[in-house]
């Protein structure tokens, strides 16, 4: 197990091909490939949207989760500009060891 900058909590792989952790601060949309390849590559990856143009943010977090989805992964919501994409059999713990909410089970 291991820290993950702001993120408060621990991380618990489920699989012992865990790769580690990215950390991505686009600046625009065209970085989105590389997102996407590191989290198809099983990493879990630490997205910074808080230099990107608002509508290219949302454009980013929209691909994000439709990625994330199709991988059958999770996405933790930090603040409104960090997000912690978590791909399949990974999952965030707080520091009361409860397991975060998730990004797809919003109502």
Known sequence: MGRVGRVSGTIQTGRATGRGIVVQ??????????????????????????????????RLVDFVSGLVFGLNGN?????????????????????????????FNQS
């Open 25 to 58: 601060r686009p600046t625009s949309y065209t970085e989105a490939r590389a997102i996407g390849e590191a989290l198809r590559a099983g990493f879990l990856v630490v997205l910074n949207i808080s230099e990107m143009d608002a509508d290219e943010a949302y």
């Open 75 to 103: 996405i933790d919501i930090v603040t409104s500009v960090v997000l912690v994409l978590l791909p399949p059999g990974v999952m965030v713990v707080d520091e009361a060891e409860q397991v975060t909410g998730s990004f």
